[in-house]
């Protein structure tokens, strides 16, 4: 666009990917190119890793410590990627799991912190804006009567913490995870009338097991042999790729899924499938 100088404002589209681990480095790769991509991460030392290996690679790359679970970090998140340029795409992928983290800091970091990166990049959406949060299939398998579900979609982000569904989670790591993630759904939901209304769409991507740091470590916790397990009976085979991933997102955040929102996109070899069609025969 030409300034009032009949100068070409030459800032290019802005990416924001939080979570700098396997997923989100393959987004980033995968939605990048020409983009500036904001790429944030709690872990000062990770983020520098990534942008300066990106950076080699020929994005146009800025990192932002960011720690998701407060409301204040994520805001200047969004303040940074707003001045950067339009902000075309938010990918939040930044979680904890049980294998890596105790109930408490799942809450925090998968629950409220997605609360707040609706929230806060819900302000500076404008007209074509995609956000894609990135859940669990584990969302899925929550058991959550209809009042807690509503409960966990509408109530103000700063009431969360206080609501019985979530104080009855108790050092519950599990739990913790499905109910977090299922809240994840739920939100994005509730969300989407307040993002349609700016021209913008919100939805979730719910993985299966994907091939990454984390699922590593779930896989060589306690349920890790049920889990691989579940992956032959369900007839995939194998895990997922964060490239697979990638290719999800990439799809709810472009012009073909410009009638896609407030909904969930499960990428998980059929795993859920599966796991319904047993409970029903």
Known sequence: MDDQRGERDERRDVVVVTGAGGMGVAIARRLGSGRTVILADASEQRLGETVGALTAEGYAVRGAVTDVSDRGSVGRLAATASGAGRVAAVVHTAG????????????????????????????????????????????????????????????????????????????????????????????????ALAWNLRGARLNTVSPGVISTAMAKAEAESASGERMMRMLEECGAGRTGTPAEIADAVAFLTGPGARYITGTDLLVDGGQTAWIRSRRTA
């Open 96 to 191: 904890l799991s049980p294998a890596t983290a105790p109930a408490r800091a799942i809450v925090d970091v998968n629950l409220m912190g997605t609360a707040h990166v609706i929230d806060v990049f819900g302000t500076v959406a404008s007209r074509g804006t995609a956000l894609v949060c990135v859940s669990s299939m584990a969302g899925h398998y929550a058991s959550l009567g209809r009042e807690e579900e509503l409960a966990l979609a509408t109530t103000p982000t700063d009431g969360l913490l206080a609501l019985d569904v979530v104080v009855g989670i108790g050092d519950d790591a599990v739990s913790a995870y499905c109910v977090s993630k299922r809240s994840n759904h739920l939100r994005v939901q509730a969300a």
